[in-house]
């Protein structure tokens, strides 16, 4: 359906809940392309609710509708990557990853340097410390020498509601 949309240049209404917030918001976007990147399929467009362009990741979308407005392609090429811009106000977190965690920095847009060991320094950046606070819960053991007070204070709250919904 998107990719029919985006053929007859017609704007696609969808429902999409957000990774960071799992929040549910209704988007119209101009779609530019859909495309297969990092083991998921996404939708790259301009976003009205945004009022810039996005990229949507098409499991997280629950519904869509064809609307009849129209639109043209931009003279740009078609986003066909996900690549996350940092900026000046993200969050910015340091953390140590244990060798067989190097892929974080192959998934992730980071900074890093190689340690003694096969450990990785790896400073990220971030516009929502969620993001984050659950990839270094996800990485458990693997992950040592946080440094980034908004993170660790993220992180130490979501590991209470955790405990406590499942205590």
């Given at each position: 359906d998107l990719r029919d949309a985006i053929a007859q240049r017609r704007v696609a209404r969808f429902g999409y809940v957000g990774i960071a917030s799992?929040?549910?918001?209704?988007?119209?976007?101009?779609?530019?392309?859909?495309?297969?990147?990092?083991g998921n399929w996404y939708l790259s467009g301009s976003c009205r609710l945004a009022r810039g362009l996005r990229v949507f990741r098409v499991d997280r979308i629950d519904s869509v509708e064809?609307?009849?407005?129209?639109?043209?392609?931009?003279?740009m090429a078609p986003q066909t990557t996900v690549q996350y811009q940092a900026n000046e106000s993200d969050e910015r977190v340091s953390f140590t990853l244990a060798p067989d965690a190097s892929w974080v920095v192959e998934y992730?847009?980071?900074?890093?340097?190689?340690?003694?060991g096969g450990e990785l320094r790896v400073t990220m950046s971030v516009a929502d410390p969620l993001l984050a606070a659950r990839l270094l819960l996800q990485l458990g053991d693997r992950v040592t020498n946080i440094d980034g007070v908004i993170i660790e204070e993220t992180l130490a709250d979501l590991r209470t509601r955790i405990l406590t919904r499942y205590s």
């Open positions: 799992n929040a549910r918001t209704e988007r119209d976007v101009e779609g530019h392309s859909v495309f297969f990147n990092l064809i609307l009849d407005d129209t639109y043209d392609l931009p003279d992730y847009p980071v900074e890093f340097e190689e340690l003694d």
